[in-house]
């Protein structure tokens, strides 16, 4: 019996993206928010990304192939589909009870998000979102289908992503104590 | 087994080794204490990064500031300019109200609103030649009643009274310009010296059209004020009585005093003091009532409105072309009306001519009484 769903030429109903959205829209924002520093901008592309979902006939990893597609917009700048994003519109505006706000900023959480900005954008852009992709649940096999990476390299990359966040991490956060040390005194 | 490097530590950390792999590694760190260092400090790097990488939570939504609105003046506050608004509405309102207000309490028997039409005082100045003068009523005599109301706005009549003789006294009208220039009250063109050539006559012409002109404007006023015909470039006087009565001229001779007193703008009467008790007597004896009374029973008996004989002062041809501003002036300005009355206290006689109607002459006396006390 045909489904009464509505029928994407492509082959994937809007079924199937509302499906791949409630699943994944939440830690792709968020993948996307801290790879780009913007939340709104980070929607954006994440609409973007599940209308690309929807022209897409076959998706054999649907969180890689998210996490690939969201990257490669954030990286191309890709063009907007106006219409289909209305309608991944007001499914975020369900989604959005979902994410849990950030507390309110203080001056400290401000700093530190800061300097975690800067250590982050320190790193080499396929060991950020190699770690950044990792933040979000994704598995090395996703990873690696994501970055174009071998399974076996995402270990090291990650590994080297993680080590060179937090020795960056603190070394600006030495910076910072000195900066206020010499200011008191 | 090797020492696991650290990509394996964090792949078994991640739980990303295959089982075998997993069970050899986690054989090999229980019996390597060199690999023990290493694995705690994977697993703070772990622990480390995925506490920086949630810093970058702390992202506002929109991340462009929002613009402070900017600090603006007092008066430039929207409460202000709100308030302005309605204020400068509502006086513009009131303005035009009482403008109307003046216009029909002149319309109804009110005396002497000259400031009504005030408004249109300085069109009419700046269109008119001030030195034109006003077509004979001789000439045409049909003319008149169209033009009574036309001419009003243009000019305000000024009545000038020979000093020498004042019953017998004949009624100038001059331009208020013309009068200005000469600054005196008594030098107008005498309306029974007119020697008018062909430029004047021309000039008469050239009044006719422009009263004709102001007749087709004019005829809105007889109804409702439409406002896309109203300038307003003055503020209409509301109460008459607050226009005070201004003397021009005061000539004494023998027992008679002459007081020219100008009522509103343009419109001037004169007042005659006779000391000689016995002046309203006669005047009562000859017409066996009192002289106020027989003016009423004259001016009522329209359609001839000229009241008794001894009172009324013929029309003769007038120099200025223009009538009183409002319908109550006289319709026919080529007359001039006298009232005259006795005070009980002092026993002088009192007579006031001017070009208005016995009602308004009547309404002018208290007003006289008071500037003589």
């Known amino acids: ?185 | 087994m090797q020492h696991p490097d650290e990509g394996m530590i964090h792949t078994w950390l991640d739980g990303e080794l295959l089982a075998e792999e997993a069970a050899a590694l986690e054989a090999h760190i229980a019996e390597c204490p060199e690999c023990a260092p290493a694995i705690a400090e994977a697993r703070g790097l772990v622990a480390a990064s995925s506490r920086i990488v949630s810093a970058l939570d702390v992202v506002p939504r929109g991340v462009i500031p929002i613009a402070k609105p900017v600090s603006r003046a007092w008066y430039a506050s929207t409460q202000f300019r709100a308030a302005a608004a309605l204020f400068l509405v509502a006086g513009t309102s009131m303005l035009l109200m009482r403008g109307n207000n003046s216009r029909s309490a002149a319309l109804n028997d009110k005396p002497l609103s000259v400031a009504a039409d005030s408004r249109e005082a300085p069109e009419a100045t700046a269109q008119i030649p001030p030195t034109v003068p006003a077509p004979a009523a001789a000439e045409s005599p049909a003319r008149e009643p169209a033009q009574a109301p036309v001419q009003a706005p243009l000019r305000m009549p000024v009545q000038t009274l020979k000093t020498t003789s004042m019953p017998a006294a004949t009624p100038g009208f001059v331009a208020p310009e013309a009068q200005s220039a000469k600054k005196s009250p008594t030098s107008p063109t005498n309306s029974s010296e007119p020697k008018r050539g062909i430029a004047d006559s021309r000039s008469d012409e050239a009044a006719d059209r422009v009263a004709e002109k102001r007749n087709l404007g004019r005829e809105s006023f007889n109804g409702d004020v439409h406002l896309d015909h109203v300038v307003v470039t003055g503020v209409a006087v509301a109460n008459e009585s607050d226009l005070d009565l201004k003397i021009i001229s005061i000539d004494s001779s023998g027992a008679t005093r002459r007081t020219v007193l100008e009522a509103s703008q343009g419109v001037r009467v004169t007042l005659v003091e006779d000391a000689a008790p016995g002046y309203a007597a006669k005047a009562m004896r000859s017409t066996g009532m009192p002289v106020a009374e027989a003016m009423r029973q004259s001016a009522a008996s329209a359609p001839a409105p000229r009241v008794a004989t001894t009172t009324s002062t013929p029309a003769t041809p007038p120099t200025a072309p223009v009538q009183p501003p409002a319908a109550n002036m006289v319709k026919s300005a080529h007359e001039t009306r006298t009232i005259k009355w006795v005070d009980a206290a002092s026993g002088r006689s009192y007579s006031l001519t001017g070009p208005l109607t016995v009602e308004q002459l009547e309404a002018l006396k208290p007003r006289v009484k008071k500037l003589e006390r």
Request: net charge neutral; aromatic share 6%.
């Open chain 1, 1 to 185: 019996m045909p489904t009464c769903e509505p029928f994407n030429r492509a082959g994937k109903n809007l079924s199937d993206v509302e499906r791949l959205f409630r699943t994944y829209n939440t830690a792709l924002v968020r993948y996307l928010t801290r790879r780009l520093g913007d939340r709104d901008w980070a929607e954006e592309v994440a609409q973007e990304t599940f209308v690309r979902a929807l022209r897409q006939e076959t998706i054999t990893n649907e969180r890689a192939w998210l996490f690939a597609v969201a990257t490669n917009l954030v990286r191309d700048e890709a063009r907007k589909d106006a219409r289909r994003r209305r309608h991944l519109s007001l499914l975020a505006e369900q989604e959005r009870d979902n994410v849990v706000e950030p507390e309110a900023t203080t001056l400290e959480r401000a700093q530190e998000a800061g300097l975690a900005r800067k250590a982050i954008d320190a790193l080499a852009e396929r060991d950020r979102l190699a770690l950044l992709m990792r933040e979000e649940g994704l598995d090395y096999s996703e990873i690696a289908e994501a970055l174009d990476l071998s399974p076996g390299s995402v270990g090291t990359t990650l590994s080297r992503a993680r080590r060179r966040l937090v020795e960056s991490y603190e070394d600006l956060q030495r910076q910072r104590d000195t900066r206020e040390k010499n200011a008191a005194s």
